[in-house]
């Protein structure tokens, strides 16, 4: 308890006068007016038109992994940022690490969910201690959870498995220094599949990481995974899940053209990108059979102070169980 006191709070700065805009580069949990909120509804719909043609929509769908292996191609591993926000987030992915910003939820559900954290956080401790802790991370690209994973964390006891279906990711991966086969195995895999070749046996993973992969699948694909990360998990093992949301930035900024279907996309690189709402992602989850611990909005004002530009981003972060 003295130690989250001492520890610095995310999540905290509060935009009250909008005058104050350019004086931080970004402010939490913003609220967006009904205008605000008109305003992106119109922008979404003027760009969802679609104008693909079969043949173009075929490539984009079967052909998804040689888009990613293509950006991975030219951007190596420069491309995504490390993590570091993970453990203040998912203070769950290095409980041993504890100098990471403390995440303070503004609204009323943080009592609530804070005391459902702290219950089960005292449950994973007692399972912590008595074996090995297994982490999957499904699309995890070059490394960039891993990664930081593997350094923040001491605990020997943690091994981490990693998959993507992008060949080239996962060479790229293997070639840093930092892979360690000690503490760590990736592999290629396509979680879409229907039969998932892994070196690790049903019910045996203590948690799944999905950040930022959900939406780079076909939207009719994904209760497939969701059911696979199911089989996977123990009973009472957790997904982690960090992903774009409805009228992001980057869902606002698409041209007319590029919209494959409701609120899914393709970028110029044709790697594509879907925008979930909270709802959707509930019903996902709980429609395979997990219990929703944590779902909540991430909406954050971005500030571009040199050009004096604002950026609204919008991410869902969510939690879930599956039951003992
Ligand atoms: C936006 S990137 C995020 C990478 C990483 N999770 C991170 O946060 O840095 C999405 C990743 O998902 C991978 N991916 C997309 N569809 C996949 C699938 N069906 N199976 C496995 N990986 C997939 C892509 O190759 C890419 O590496």
Not at 121 to 128: C, G, R, S
Request: a negative charge.
């Amino acid at each position: 308890m003295e130690d989250t006191i001492k520890r610095p709070q995310f999540g905290n700065r509060l935009l009250e006068n909008v005058d104050e805009v350019f004086k931080h580069n970004a402010w939490d949990n913003v609220q967006w007016d009904a205008n605000q909120e008109k305003a992106a509804a119109e922008k979404v719909e003027r760009n969802s038109e679609v104008t693909f043609s079969e043949d173009h929509l075929k490539d984009l769908e079967e052909n998804a992994d040689k888009h990613w292996d293509a950006f991975y191609n030219i951007h190596q591993n420069r491309f995504f940022k490390d993590r570091h926000w993970l453990f203040t987030e998912f203070p769950e992915l290095a409980p041993d690490y504890t100098a990471a910003p403390v995440r303070v939820f503004p609204d009323s559900e943080s009592s609530q969910l804070s005391t459902i954290n702290v219950k089960n956080e005292e449950k994973e401790n007692q399972h912590v201690k008595n074996s090995k802790r297994f982490i999957f991370e499904i699309g995890c690209g070059v490394g960039n959870t891993i990664f930081p994973i593997l350094q923040y964390s001491q605990d020997p006891s943690l091994f981490i498995y990693g998959c993507d279906f992008s060949s080239k990711a996962i060479e790229i991966m293997k070639q840093n220094e930092l892979y360690d086969t000690k503490r760590c195995e990736v592999f290629v895999l396509d979680a879409t599949s229907n039969d998932w070749q892994v070196p690790f046996s049903e019910n045996s993973l203590d948690i799944i990481v999905l950040i930022f992969v959900l939406s780079a699948i076909e939207p009719s694909k994904m209760i497939n995974v969701i059911q696979h990360i199911h089989k996977y998990l123990r009973p009472g093992g957790l997904v982690v899940f960090r992903d774009y949301g409805r009228y992001d930035l980057a869902q606002l900024r698409f041209k007319k053209g590029r919209c494959i279907s409701d609120n899914f996309y393709a970028r110029g690189d044709k790697t594509m990108v879907y925008f979930f709402t909270q709802e959707e992602i509930s019903k996902l989850f709980i429609n395979a059979g997990f219990i929703e611990e944590q779902n909540l909005i991430d909406r954050r004002l971005q500030v571009n102070r040199g050009k004096m530009l604002t950026m609204y981003r919008v991410w869902i972060q969510a939690k879930y169980r599956k039951p003992l």
